[in-house]
């Protein structure tokens, strides 16, 4: 990022004397612009080469995309600026060149408006949809600026190869095994037909009766290799609350392909995105979720399983993964969305073949907001869970907030002098109280390494 802002620095430095000097922005537009869409493409190459992870990928193609239309605004100030003042707008805009450069500006304002954080969560489709429009945006940039097809077609023709990858991608059979609507909102979805590479990827679904063009990323639950894929989906935005609501019409239960043929057409686009952790090579696993951000948790936490059993290599004479899930939920009736796939983990991690421990905690928060408080510089407080004795699931179950940092200790302690690999996934809240412990407990002791994802309770 430094770089990135470094370059932008750099480049954009202008006396501007002259309306012209404002050029200069424009194809810093367009710069940024090629970037974004290099940046933005599902399947990456510059992802899969550098295994730079999808996420950070992401962080990029919203910063490009905001310098873009940043630039695109300060060019379009410039140039206009002196032709108010000699009364010439409508003469200008009468300039076909200068009509696509404003659709092309107008098309970058409206992306960056359905782009905020509220519109992401509340309308996603409103927002995966608006970004059609950087059509728009190319078709006006290459009108527009004379060297516009430097900068724009390189990322343009990898976005189109990315486009063919993925419709042939719709012709793969798909078969939904189960649906279980929750009623918290959550409904989890079984499929047969679809496997991943790696631990923790995403796959784009599109369900026919809910939408025929609408569709809607979620992380896999199942370890790579999979033959069958497991989704959590929370009734959030329009797309996901209309997909439960077809679950409550058709009156799902527990139900299986044996038992009842399942009216959906299901199509699945993936799998998307890698980490930047090797999590077979740390002797530590750490996961940290919050509500349905369990799922990369469960993916990675059965990969290190499978792995264990040394199926394929010998693994013989090295020391056992450590695999310790910390799953903070609102509800003690949440548990029933996982419960089924912990069980099968603890009874794995329990085969004598498996060198491997899997060590499970649930805190159960009520409808109280998990946060942190800081007593002093030195000091991190949290209302510290009390243990349930009335709970026979999978785990060790804690009602009330848990002091991470106080669990990240104890965790420290019993694997003291081993490395670990942290992938946390939930709310902000959580995620820097997890940064904060995971960073104040590396040491001589050992190193954890963080990777985050944000998803809110």
Known sequence: MAIFFGLNIIFAWNRVQYSGDFNQYGYLTIANGGLALLFGSRNNLLSLVTRVPSTTLLMFHRWV?????????????????????????????????????????????????????????????????????????????????????????????????????????????????????????????????????????????????????NWHPFTVASAPGDDEAMFLIRGLGGYTRRVQDLAKKNNFEQASIAEIPFPWKIRVDGPYGVSHTQWEAYPVIVLVAGG???????????????????????????????????????????????QEELQNLFAMSASPTVQATFDLTIAITGSARLEARAANDDEFIALEGQTSHDYNGPGELIRGRPNIVQWFRALRSKRDGLDGAVNVCGPRSLISMVRTAAADLSGRGGIFHLEEEVFEL
């Open 292 to 338: 349905v951000g369990i799922t990369p948790g469960l993916s990675i936490a059965s990969h290190i399983l499978r792995h264990a059993t040394g199926t394929g290599e010998n693994i013989e004479g090295r020391p056992p993964w450590h695999v310790h899930l910390l799953w903070v939920i609102k509800d003690e009736q949440h548990v029933n969305w996982c």
């Open 65 to 213: 995309g905001r310098a873009a239309v940043f630039y695109a605004s300060l060019h379009l100030y410039g140039e206009s600026r002196d032709w108010i003042k000699e009364g010439e707008v409508s003469t200008v805009f009468a300039n076909m060149r200068i009509q696509v450069g404003l659709m092309a500006w107008l098309s970058l304002a409206l992306i960056f408006v359905t782009s905020l954080s509220i519109m992401r969560r509340q309308q996603f489709e409103v927002f995966y949809y608006a970004h059609a429009l950087f059509i728009a945006f190319i078709i006006g940039a290459l009108i527009h600026a004379d060297h516009a097809p430097e900068f724009l077609l390189p990322g343009l023709c990898l976005w189109a190869l990315d486009r063919v990858i993925r419709f042939s991608r719709n012709f793969r059979r798909i078969q939904i095994l189960s649906v279980t609507p929750y009623a918290t909102d959550v409904m989890k979805i079984k499929i047969r037909g679809f496997k991943t590479s790696y631990p923790g990827q995403i796959a784009w679904i599109q369900i026919s009766e809910v939408s025929f063009l």
